[in-house]
């Protein structure tokens, strides 16, 4: 390009940064009455207490929850007979009864389990002589607002300095107010009281203007929800101890600190604009749930994040998924640019290290490790039940590469100094151990490739995974790419690892499951795949590779979307796009919106419509609202998912607008983070690109 044509590309792009300045989102709305499940309402959060207001006629419900509130008993402890060998032994021998008994606990009556997030409650508010009609929230502010059938308005907000939720009625509104404790409901009442709970203590103000409840747990500290009107304003918090009662600050404030809030927010972090309606609020309204649910002075976000109903017992325990879920949660950071977001999570499994040390020492005989079951606590302790989960040891590699990326994006070298790069060292030390060398090839044994046939040992772990491989060779490269940073040797381990290591095992159907496993059935989770997205470890360059890439790419097409769940989608979305088919990238994340989004734009498990997954809601369930399983790993990956529609790496080189169909005529985006520590803006129109670097 001519110094002329690069003087107009620069312009071209310094007027897509002036216009996006502020991110170029739409108000998102929602049509009362909304009544089939909590899910369906206006989310809020201040990254420890998550508010969803539903409602119909003249109620306004306020579901409460918070992302810290577990019921901490139950659980299982890694025992002795728990190893590697001893697992191995048993599936290589078909031995079903020995795995089962491997992994067997005996719970005492009246205890759980496992460990589980509890609901919190309710608070409704009735205005006499009204009809809610619509609401809107503004991705951009956090505000929202809510309108009555005729013309009278609320406005709602949440402050992250304050910790409240509050409405703004208009002057001299009647509205009556009650709290209820999810003890109240007849499926959370029923459940928790066989594991020794009892109902709430409420609350009443001397003249109607307080109230809530204090509710005292069988194991944990008690919890509070509080409300209290100040005027036309109703402020709601909830607290974690014997709290009585708080000091409501005016909406005022609760709205400027909104606003400041989401201010930073949009101009620390990525922006894009789109053609599409249905993608823009994808990203919009993604990223603003992303933002409030792992606010970096929160808790770390499970399955629900801070949304959790009050009615019932959340499934799934609410927990924290590491064979995928937890990384979709997250997956935002990255690309959005948001890197503290991250720490949280990042503080709490690096806290974990003296119980996982302890579980890879009982696992493969090492002092130096770490193992990380699939699904965990907040305090690291396993949700046990599922063997294959359990043995999962790339739900460990997968999170020390998001710490080592993280490094990598944000350039906090210091983070690997100061606990990452001992957490990632423990990690390849088990995969080490676990394997053998065979006549100058290393091996994997046996492993699961994730969630693939259950817990049936004859098809559920195999030979040399193909998803494990692809983990460890990540992890390989991520330690020497640490260790460089910190200006380290690297371990001629790893080396080793990355030399000697099969990349993936393959067969006539391309990458297999396990060595004389192929792909065979629709699956939600496309981790045979994973040297592609999300580890990038395949070189799509050798030819060597490139037949089994498509054999791969079209055997799994071949299969379809029949048992596909809501957080597979966005994966698969990815998928395309780095193997480049733009089309079906962007088809997937709008058959995302349309078939696993309720009315309410919330991100569901199984379908809300049917016709593209066996994994529907049904009718009755969702009149009930009991079959309406939310989980946040979809809604904060497709919003990750239109960010690589912008800008994608494939094999570390940076990929501008190869996602984005060519019928989108003007297309941009702004402060895209990239894997080297710059940033990117960029403008597409009529086919010409110009990006500059930040």
């Known amino acids: 390009m001519n110094a002329s044509g690069q003087i107009k590309g620069l312009l071209a792009v310094v007027a897509v940064l002036l216009l996006t300045g502020r991110a170029c989102g739409q108000v998102v709305c929602w049509d009362f009455p909304l009544t089939n499940s909590c899910h369906e309402g206006l989310a809020f959060s201040d990254g420890v207490t998550g508010v969803l207001v539903w409602g119909a006629g003249d109620t306004i419900r306020l579901t409460v929850g918070r992302g810290d509130l577990w019921d901490h008993r139950g659980g299982y402890d890694w025992t002795e007979?728990?190893?590697?060998?001893?697992?191995?032994?048993?599936?290589?021998?078909?031995?079903?009864?020995?795995?089962?008994?491997?992994?067997?606990?005996?719970?005492l009556s009246g205890q759980p389990r496992n460990p589980?997030?509890?609901?919190?409650?309710?608070?409704?508010?009735?205005?006499?002589?009204?009809?809610?009609?619509?609401?809107?929230?503004?991705?951009?502010?956090?505000?929202?607002?809510?309108?009555?059938?005729?013309?009278?308005?609320?406005?709602?907000?949440?402050?992250?300095?304050s910790r409240q939720f509050s409405i703004q009625f208009e002057e001299h509104c009647r509205y009556r107010v009650r709290a209820m404790n999810c003890m109240e409901f007849p499926l959370a009442r029923k459940a928790l009281e066989d594991k020794g709970f009892s109902a709430a203590e409420m609350l009443c103000g001397r003249?109607?203007?307080?109230?809530?409840?204090?509710?005292?747990?069988?194991?944990?500290?008690?919890?509070?929800?509080?409300?209290?009107?100040?005027?036309?304003?109703?402020?709601?918090?909830?607290?974690?101890?014997?709290?009585?009662?708080?000091?409501?600050?005016?909406?005022?404030?609760?709205?400027?600190?909104?606003?400041?809030?989401?201010?930073?927010?949009?101009?620390?972090?990525?922006?894009?604009?789109?053609?599409?309606?249905?993608?823009?609020?994808?990203?919009?309204?993604?990223?603003?749930?992303?933002?409030?649910?792992?606010?970096p002075s929160g808790v770390p976000a499970g399955l629900q994040g801070q949304?959790?109903?009050?009615?019932?017992?959340?499934?799934?325990?609410?927990?924290?998924?590491?064979?995928?879920?937890?990384?979709?949660?997250?997956?935002?950071?990255?690309?959005?640019?948001?890197?503290?977001?991250?720490?949280?999570?990042?503080?709490?499994?690096?806290?974990?290290?003296p119980l996982l040390r302890k579980n890879a020492e009982r696992f493969c005989g090492i002092k130096n490790g770490y193992v990380m079951p699939h699904s965990v606590d907040d305090r690291g302790v396993c949700i046990g039940g599922f063997w294959t989960g359990t043995i999962d040891h790339g739900s460990a590699a997968w999170t020390a590469d998001m710490m080592y990326r993280y490094a990598c994006?944000?350039?906090?070298?210091?983070?690997?100094?100061?606990?990452?790069?001992?957490?990632?060292?423990?990690?390849?030390?088990?995969?080490?151990?676990?394997?053998?060398?065979?006549?100058?090839?290393?091996?994997?044994?046996?492993?699961?490739?994730?969630?693939?046939?259950?817990?049936?040992?004859?098809?559920?772990?195999?030979?040399?995974?193909?998803?494990?491989?692809?983990?460890?060779?990540?992890?390989?490269?991520?330690?020497?790419?640490?260790?460089?940073?910190?200006?380290?040797?690297?371990?001629?381990?790893?080396l080793d690892v990355e030399r000697r290591l099969p990349q993936?095992?393959?067969?006539?159907?391309?990458?297999?499951?396990?060595?004389?496993?192929?792909?065979?059935?629709?699956h939600r989770h496309h981790s045979h795949m994973a040297g592609l997205y999300p580890f990038d470890t395949i070189?799509?360059?050798?030819?060597?590779?490139?037949?089994?890439?498509?054999?791969?790419?079209?055997?799994?097409?071949?299969?379809?979307?029949?048992?596909?769940?809501?957080?597979?989608?966005?994966?698969?979305?990815?998928?395309?796009?780095?193997?480049?088919?733009?089309?079906?990238?962007?088809?997937?994340?709008?058959?995302?919106?349309a078939y696993f989004c309720n009315s309410g734009h919330g991100s569901l498990h199984n379908a809300y419509a049917p016709g593209f997954t066996a994994f529907t809601v049904s009718d009755n369930f969702v009149n009930s609202g009991t079959g309406q399983i939310m989980q946040m790993d979809g809604q904060c990956a497709a919003a990750a998912a239109v960010m690589e529609l912008m800008v994608h790496e494939v094999n570390g080189k940076a990929?501008?607008?190869?996602?984005?169909?060519?019928?989108?005529?003007?297309?941009?985006?702004?402060?895209?983070?990239?894997?080297?520590?710059?940033?990117?803006?960029?403008?597409?129109?009529?086919g010409n690109v110009n990006v500059v670097y930040q």
């Open 655 to 686: 990929r501008f607008f190869q996602g984005c169909p060519s019928e989108w005529k003007c297309v941009s985006f702004r402060n895209i983070a990239l894997s080297d520590g710059r940033r990117a803006s960029g403008s597409r129109e009529n």
């Open 409 to 494: 994006y944000s350039g906090d070298v210091d983070f690997l100094r100061n606990g990452g790069l001992d957490f990632m060292k423990g990690a390849m030390n088990v995969y080490r151990a676990m394997m053998k060398d065979e006549g100058g090839i290393l091996s994997m044994p046996l492993g699961p490739s994730p969630e693939w046939g259950a817990d049936d040992v004859r098809v559920a772990v195999g030979r040399n995974p193909s998803f494990q491989l692809a983990a460890a060779h990540r992890l390989a490269r991520d330690l020497m790419g640490a260790a460089a940073l910190l200006g380290e040797a690297a371990d001629p381990m790893w």
């Open 116 to 161: 589980y997030m509890l609901p919190l409650g309710r608070i409704l508010v009735t205005v006499p002589g009204k009809v809610l009609r619509r609401g809107t929230l503004d991705p951009m502010t956090g505000l929202g607002e809510l309108q009555f059938d005729d013309g009278a308005c609320v406005s709602l907000a949440m402050g992250r300095e």
């Open 207 to 295: 003249n109607e203007n307080a109230g809530g409840f204090v509710w005292r747990l069988p194991a944990d500290n008690p919890v509070s929800l509080l409300w209290h009107r100040r005027k036309d304003a109703l402020s709601i918090t909830t607290g974690r101890a014997n709290e009585r009662c708080f000091d409501p600050v005016e909406f005022d404030r609760i709205r400027n600190e909104s606003l400041s809030q989401w201010t930073e927010f949009w101009r620390e972090g990525a922006s894009v604009e789109v053609p599409d309606p249905v993608i823009q609020r994808i990203f919009d309204y993604g990223m603003y749930r992303f933002g409030a649910m792992t606010d």
């Open 504 to 522: 993936y095992v393959a067969g006539e159907g391309g990458i297999n499951l396990f060595e004389g496993r192929p792909f065979t059935e629709s």
């Open 81 to 107: 007979a728990q190893s590697y060998t001893n697992i191995v032994a048993a599936a290589l021998s078909g031995d079903a009864m020995r795995l089962k008994e491997l992994f067997r606990k005996d719970t």
């Open 307 to 353: 949304w959790l109903e009050d009615d019932r017992l959340v499934p799934w325990h609410g927990d924290y998924h590491f064979n995928i879920n937890v990384q979709e949660c997250y997956s935002p950071a990255y690309r959005g640019g948001h890197f503290s977001h991250l720490k949280p999570l990042f503080d709490m499994v690096l806290g974990w290290r």
């Open 539 to 593: 070189d799509v360059s050798d030819p060597r590779n490139a037949e089994v890439i498509g054999e791969t790419y079209r055997r799994w097409i071949m299969n379809g979307t029949g048992r596909w769940t809501g957080w597979c989608v966005p994966w698969a979305s990815i998928l395309n796009v780095h193997l480049g088919y733009p089309v079906a990238g962007v088809q997937l994340l709008k058959n995302w919106d």
